[in-house]
């Protein structure tokens, strides 16, 4: 067995130079869902892809209709097993800009964190897994087990194509496991495994009323106001105590065990501190639920941007032509986003106004998730990580979605090991999004630990 | 008494003579609301003066911070009533100028109008009043009763100069009543006194939650969205029948009187087509009501403008920190913008979620007013209106809200006599505006009889 001192040596001698890289991949303003930032989502792929040409990987970038995904395999050891890392490198619109301490493609130290769009998601996270692999290959010359990397650019915008890619090539992805980084720790200093996560149901819904702005003076009180009306339907969809108003919303949804509900509210969490952090006097979730349930294991409905009529300065007297909303569910298993979509559809026809036309249009969707805990590779994570952060990790559900994790289960039959490296306040799609450099050097140690802990694992058993 | 006949053939005579008039006075491009045009609004002023002083009327033109203001008084005649009347000589900007079909400045006769920028609103109307003028001094060589007129420049940019001026000289304006031609006729052929305008009370609310933007997955389900809140709170507002939910919101509000609803009732109006012009399947409005009540009789609550978070292409999975609306109640005799104010605050205040703060903004109000039917001054002006256009004028009311009347009620104590020779199809604001040169000869032939009927008022009885 390689001898880990010459690796930690060789990780702690490299810091400066894996921040450097990191830096550099941040640069790239490589935005998903804006097709004028299309050549630098390109951009990121092939500086991605060079990191396995550097290290001896057999290299691919997979172009198709959408932004390319980079397949990359380590050298074959036979009896071994095979660990599929899934990454991506692309990252959500960094609006605001205004809010930004430092601007979001100028990746900036502050505090012993790196502030960038994509600091934490995901590119920080991401390349943990390969800087532990680079490790590896430059102080022992291989791996001690199959690595097959699969880093895409559109997992802010719905991974179509990389779900193509999956259902097309099951066989050359064929895996015992799958490794994701793309979630938080517990706290800061506890970190975590996650074996769940929460689906989710986007959609866009655009109300049109008269053919163009009206004089709200000359026609106001006799037609349907397409923003009074998207109000009085979304307020429709939801009480105030929480709970949605989808006939059949909450029929799949598989209640929280007592043990896992004890396990939650044996978690260290402070309310208080909790909302101060976010700015806010007080939290307020669906009844019954305590804050925990509700941010991880139960479903919600946000409106995530909306806009109608006159934003300008002062006053001006128009009904507005128009309204749009973006709004989602998170779900929770067994949910299934099209059978929740179909159930709002009937449900926003129910509540539509006279004189108003509606469309409803299905953005993304993907059901929540559930890994068991009793496996050998989560006890392999749990020894990695206590080498890694100095502790061994607490077992968590996450409020977020991560809709490949379903399709590793339903196409290639496999668990995947949410090991997440960030911290809950690293503004992942806000302004000034950040992730804490020890954190990353912690990430890389476990990464190249989980290496040696998996390839313990005796396959095909 | 002066012989009307001889007043009816200079009318006949000169008609060509006024058309040219209004074609000079519509080639200046004095819009208020661009500076670059400071030059052709202060030539639009000079023109307006010099028919004055033409008449041998009694000119200033009084200039202060903004575009100045003409003012002109007709020799005074004793025991005669003095009539106030007010035009604006300024227009809107054009754009979009490729709509257009003949160049904005550049007066172009088709089908019996005048096709130009103001040619309704207001230069047209308001040429009716100076040239039924000349046409008493050159044929009777004086008039039978008082004239001060008051022609502003920034009436479409919100009369600041004008509201100044009248709150200084209140003495030097003193009236018996006031002339306004800046509305429209009922429809073509239907010539109409708008005795009623309703008020507006506009607001903004900011609703502020978390310091920042949130990922929806992370925190979603154990706060308060402020968009969600924001619909939650603007639907809590008015009901599916069209009612307003502010508790005394409906409390001054002068009932429509029987004999008012029969003559709207009476009133030709297309629902059908009315709905097929604005683009829309069906019109909707207060329970109880019907559309030209709804329109001009009954108070409203309209979404002027909303945002909040995310507004590009595709998905972000963000719970915003803000959520921002305009929104406007239109108001109507006896109702008090101050008083509505304060009831919606404490409704909104008793809407407001946990999680929340607010600020509500007023961003500005003016009541809605009502002129008696029954006095002299009407009677005048339909038989005024019968001689001009050949049939007498119905008695409508106007939705929008004009805030030199309610100026002229609070400062002079005197009541407006809104005489529309426009039709709604004007353009006005839009491109391609345009007056009937029919309408222009009737609305002076009526203005002229106007100034007969009025003068046969006893004054200070």
Redesign the interface.
């Known amino acids: 067995m390689h001898s880990m001192t010459e690796l930690d040596d060789y990780l702690r001698e490299n810091r400066e130079r894996f921040e450097a890289d990191l830096c550099e991949l941040l640069r790239i303003s490589s935005i998903s ?3 004028q930032y299309r050549d630098d989502v390109l951009l990121a792929a092939k500086w991605v892809a060079n990191q396995f040409r550097l290290l001896g990987f057999e290299t691919e970038t997979i172009e198709g209709s959408g932004h390319p995904i980079v397949y990359a395999e380590s050298p074959q050891v036979e009896n071994a097993p095979t660990v599929l890392i899934y990454g991506h490198y692309d990252v ?2 960094p ?2 800009l205004e ?1 930004w301490v430092t601007p979001p493609f100028e990746p900036t130290q502050r505090d012993g964190n790196i502030y960038a769009r994509g600091a934490t998601d995901d590119k920080g996270q991401m390349l943990t897994h390969v800087k532990s692999a680079q490790a590896w290959v430059q102080t022992a010359g291989s791996l001690p087990l199959n690595l097959k990397y699969v880093i895409e650019g559109e997992e ?3 991974s179509t194509s990389l779900q193509k890619f999956l259902a097309e090539h099951p066989q050359k992805l064929k895996s015992d496991v799958a490794v994701v980084s793309d979630t ?1 720790q517990f706290a800061r200093g506890k970190p975590a495994i996650t074996y769940g996560l ?1 689906g ?1 149901a ?1 959609f ?1 819904l655009r109300l049109t ?4 702005d ?12 397409p ?2 009306a ?3 339907m ?3 969809l ?1 009480d ?1 105590d ?1 709970k949605i108003l989808i006939p059949g919303f909450y029929e799949d949804v598989i209640p929280l065990s007592d043990s896992e509900r004890e396990q939650f509210d044996g978690l260290p969490f402070d309310e208080a501190a909790f ?1 101060e952090r ?9 009844r019954g639920f305590s ?1 925990l349930e ?2 991880w294991a ?15 300065e ?7 032509a128009r ?2 909303v ?1 709004f ?1 569910f ?1 779900l929770v298993p067994d949910q299934d986003p099209k059978k929740i979509g179909a159930a709002l559809e009937s449900r926003l026809t129910e509540l539509c ?3 108003i036309r509606l469309e409803l249009i299905d ?2 969707g993907a059901p929540g998730i559930v890994v068991p805990l009793d496996s050998p590779y989560v006890a392999a994570a749990a020894k990695a990580i206590e080498c890694g952060f100095g502790r061994p990790p607490v077992f968590i559900r ?4 991560i809709p490949i994790v379903t399709t590793f289960r339903e196409t290639l039959g496999i668990d995947t090991l949410l090991l997440g490296w960030g911290l ?1 306040d690293d ?6 999004e950040k992730f804490s450099l020890t954190d990353f050097h912690r990430g890389i140690k476990a990464s190249a630990y989980l290496w040696q802990e998996l390839s313990k694992i005796e396959i095909g058993a």
Chains 1, 2 share one sequence.
């Open positions: 869902a804006d097709t959500q619109p609006d605001p809010e802010e915008i719905g938080c929460r989710i986007y866009e009323g008269p053919q163009q009206l004089h709200s003076g000359t026609f106001g009180g006799c037609l349907t106001n923003a009074n998207m109000c009085m979304l307020s429709g939801m105030e929480g909302a976010l700015g806010i006097d007080r939290l307020h979730g669906e804050t509700h941010r139960r479903p919600t409905f946000d409106i995530n941007g909306l806009w109608s009529g006159y934003q300008g002062g006053a001006k007297t128009v009904i507005p309204a749009t973006k989602s998170r106004p006279p004189g953005l993304h996450e409020g977020g979605s809950d503004n992942t799609h806000g302004p000034n």
